[in-house]
């Protein structure tokens, strides 16, 4: 494992000794390797040193190209020839070399070649309403159909009705959000119905009601009610004060 070096002056020295003059000949990357080895760090970390201190140090050598001459000949000549006409996932086609659109734009940016390919558009937003569709939702909503209704008419479920008159109701196309026939809330069962607040503790009431102990303390609270373990009266006192 190696190990992160501090670059103190004993080290600094150390380096410059080991690396010798700095004559403004090019230390090898065998030198580097040789003199990490020695400290016990990264190859990476000495060549970085290194060059700080001033020394020419030779570069690690590059990853071989998954492109041959021919092909970044061909791509070039195909480019300059034809700027302008063809995007990135159209030169895949295009050039039949087994690249990737992604792969070709980026050897495109490292040769910059990129001014001579073309935009592609952006996909039209897929709508749900049709114009049709829209101009009848907001004849209904005008005259207060329900969610309920309006999903029926427009066969969609109630969460995208619920959507889209939210939509026009930030456009200001329609007065306000259609009525619910049904409201889920209300048919929610009460979490502490049956239960006997006060002789339980907060985990024993969120067990019993499969709720968080955080959620019962902030319904106790809410309510004011009193747990054996929780003063949800004088946690609603509080509120109330600070809220006056």
Aim: with cysteine; glycine share 6%; proline share 2%.
């Amino acid at each position: 494992m190696t190990k992160r070096i501090a670059w103190n002056e004993e080290n600094t020295t150390r380096l410059q000794d080991l690396a010798g003059e700095n004559t403004g000949a090019e230390i090898t990357r065998e030198q580097v390797a040789s003199i990490a080895e020695d400290f016990g760090t990264s190859h990476r970390s000495i060549g970085n040193k290194l060059r700080n201190l001033g020394y020419a140090v030779q570069k690690a050598a590059e990853k071989a190209s998954a492109w041959s001459e021919d092909q970044e000949a061909t791509l070039r000549q195909t480019l300059e020839s034809n700027s302008g006409t063809y995007t990135y996932a159209e030169l895949e086609q295009v050039l039949g070399m087994g690249f990737n659109a992604r792969q070709i734009q980026g050897k495109v940016l490292s040769m910059e070649l990129f001014s001579h390919v073309r935009k592609a558009e952006k996909p039209e937003a897929k709508r749900d309403f049709s114009d049709a569709e829209d101009a009848k939702f907001v004849e209904m909503c005008n005259a207060g159909a329900t969610i309920e209704a309006l999903a029926a008419e427009f066969q969609r479920a109630p969460a995208s009705v619920r959507g889209k008159a939210l939509s026009l109701l930030k456009k200001k196309v329609i007065p306000g959000m259609p009525s619910q026939e049904t409201s889920h809330a209300k048919e929610q069962k009460d979490a502490l119905e049956g239960l006997d607040i006060e002789s339980l503790t907060v985990a024993e009431i969120a067990e019993k009601s499969e709720k968080s102990e955080r959620g019962i303390k902030s319904m106790l609270s809410r309510r004011g009610l009193v747990a054996k373990d929780y003063d949800g009266a004088a946690k609603r006192a509080k509120l109330d004060a600070a809220k006056d």
